[in-house]
């Protein structure tokens, strides 16, 4: 399987920016999606939400319209690390963010995760 180890986060006030990383073993660039969930307080894993996919070769990205504009997606392929760039922060984005493998309900199934980063933003 593949190993995520996501950090980054951190308590930041409305408005701020963070920059979130994941390094990724076994990490294919150009042969799969790499995406970003995040898992709102009180909510449970399997409702964690996909906010930022990025497709094979890079062309294509996907943003939730929650985060459009604001969050970046972006790939390190030497360092074989996922970034999300998060700008202009709300207290709706506090959460613990995952990066992971693939997109869409089928993340959410196959429960591929790691620890996580906190994201707290204070208004």
């Known amino acids: 399987q593949v190993q995520f180890l996501e950090s980054g986060g951190g308590s930041v006030q409305a408005g701020g920016s963070l920059r979130l990383s994941c390094t990724i073993s076994?990490?294919?660039?150009?042969?799969?999606?790499w995406g970003w969930f995040r898992q709102a307080p009180g909510k449970e894993d399997r409702e964690r939400e996909e906010i930022a996919t990025i497709y094979p070769g890079g062309g294509n990205t996907y943003y939730a319209d929650s985060v459009k504009g604001r969050f970046t997606i972006s790939p390190d392929n030497a360092k074989n690390t996922l970034y999300l760039e998060l700008n202009s922060l709300k207290s709706e984005d506090t959460g613990m963010y995952y990066c992971?493998?693939?997109?869409?309900?089928?993340?959410?199934?196959?429960?591929?995760w790691g620890q996580g980063t906190q994201v707290t933003v204070s208004s």
């Open positions: 992971a493998k693939g997109w869409g309900p089928a993340v959410l199934r196959e429960r591929n």
């Open positions: 076994a990490y294919r660039y150009s042969t799969y999606c």
